[in-house]
């Protein structure tokens, strides 16, 4: 069965300090995997995803298949980072392409 | 940008009673725009496909004579949450396909307060 998992349901360090969002697949075939970000009263938007193999916002994300993980990572965490972080399973080669989400870590960055 | 519209912003029902949901692509056509439900402090939880005129394919346990979906045409899909209840209660979130696969770009949200 498809699945996501993020073990962490809340995340807090402190400015400066690195950052590690934790992603956990389950997939029988290629996945397509993505970050999602919800800030405080905005909504979600795609943060980054794993074919791209870009950072945005200083966050990179690299695809493990032999861990099926695909954890988030940022070297300096910066206070504007606090906000809910999904991570997603595209449902790929399925027509609809719909989502599966993980239950999601909140991060709050302290000062 | 591609932007994502839903209209009300928030809506409160006696019980009962049916609201009417809408969700918009403003600058670009969506053939596939996705429901989701989500509850406080928790993750999305997808409620069914919406398919520009066709059917909606709605997901294991959510009720489809409770919650009618219509895409009538490539901007406009509707969610109606028909003889609301308390336990209806809940944030709605819209969203539509993106170019590439699995992409999709989301709506603000409704909050609908069933009394």
């Known amino acids: 069965a498809q699945r996501v998992t993020q073990p962490e349901k809340l995340l807090s360090v402190f400015k400066g300090a690195p950052v590690e969002l934790k992603c956990n697949y389950s997939?029988?075939?290629?996945?397509?995997l993505f970050w999602y970000v919800q800030y405080s009263r905005q909504r979600l938007q795609l943060l980054l995803r794993?074919?791209s193999r870009e950072s945005i916002k200083g966050f990179t994300a690299d695809l493990n298949k032999g861990e099926t993980s695909f954890h988030l990572k940022k070297p300096f965490a910066q206070e504007e980072d606090s906000a809910m972080y999904y991570c997603a399973l595209s449902n790929y080669g399925g027509a609809t392409n719909k989502l599966i989400f993980g239950t999601g870590t909140l991060l709050a960055v302290q000062p | 940008g591609a932007v994502v519209s839903q209209h009300p912003s928030w809506v409160i029902c006696k019980s009962g009673t049916s609201v009417k949901i809408e969700c918009r692509s403003l600058?670009?056509?969506?053939?596939?725009m996705f429901w989701y439900r989500q509850f406080p402090k928790q993750s999305l939880m997808l409620m069914a496909t919406?398919?520009?005129?066709?059917?909606?394919?709605?997901e294991q346990g959510v009720e489809k004579d409770k919650f009618l979906i219509n895409h009538a045409s490539l901007t406009l899909s509707t969610l109606t949450v028909t003889s609301a209840h308390p336990e209806d209660s809940s944030f709605y979130i819209c969203?539509?396909?993106?170019?590439?696969?699995?992409?999709?770009?989301f709506g603000p949200g409704t909050r609908l307060t069933v009394t």
């Open positions: 600058d670009f056509q969506a053939t596939t």
């Open positions: 997939y029988s075939g290629s996945p397509e």
């Open positions: 969203s539509a396909g993106g170019g590439g696969a699995g992409e999709q770009y």
């Open positions: 794993h074919i």
């Open positions: 919406s398919n520009e005129g066709s059917k909606a394919t709605y």
